[in-house]
């Protein structure tokens, strides 16, 4: 396959899912050509800083995925509950309804450098930051509110290991049904 034939865009999609299913350490830039369909020499002329630089734009596109589709649309006018059932269905949709191990976990396993480490957790906080945010909104205190984003993030997070772990995602789904009350004042 030609360098042009694959977009940016198609090339992180790719990449990402042979992430989520290898680990960092166990995704090879053999791996990330087959999956791609891109010559090993093509993936060097686009990312030079081979794995590490295609794990990095990974964490950065499901950075600015979660960004557009989930954190920006919480800050948007409306009601708390109403802005979070659709957040709920965009993650939904990122996790493919829970068969999808998170990005940011498996990039976070060892191997992967400094920058990687620091992409990870501004990820993160941004994302709780987005949660947070949306529990003040509702009329939680500040420090109730950074608690219950910190037990979503851990609730979505842990679920999907559980339902990696034994085929079920009902744990991932039952996570996200909860989210409403457990983020928002009652």
Not at 19 to 46: C, D, N
Not at 47 to 57: N, R, S, T, Y
Not at 175 to 181: Q, S, W, Y
Request: aromatic share 6%; with cysteine; proline share 4%.
């Amino acid at each position: 396959m030609a360098h042009s034939t694959v977009s940016d865009q198609e090339l992180l999609v790719r990449s990402a899912g042979v992430f989520r299913t290898y680990g960092f350490e166990g995704t090879s830039l053999a791996r990330l050509s087959e999956a791609t369909g891109l010559e090993k020499a093509s993936l060097y002329h686009r990312f030079p800083g081979g794995k590490e630089q295609i794990a990095l734009a990974v964490a950065e596109g499901t950075h600015a995925w979660l960004r557009q589709n989930v954190f920006e649309p919480l800050k948007e006018p409306g009601d708390p509950r109403k802005k979070l059932r659709a957040a709920i269905e965009q993650l939904r949709a990122c996790y493919a309804d829970g068969t999808l191990p998170c990005a940011f976990e498996v990039l976070s396993l060892a191997g992967g450098s400094p920058v990687l480490a620091d992409a990870l957790k501004g990820a993160l906080q941004a994302w709780i930051k987005a949660f947070t945010d949306i529990a003040k909104e509702s009329g939680l205190p500040s420090a109730e509110a950074r608690k219950r984003a910190e037990q979503a993030i851990i609730q979505i997070e842990g679920s999907l290991i559980v339902g990696r772990v034994l085929g079920d995602t009902k744990a991932f789904r039952r996570a996200l049904d909860e989210l409403p009350a457990l983020l928002t004042y009652e």
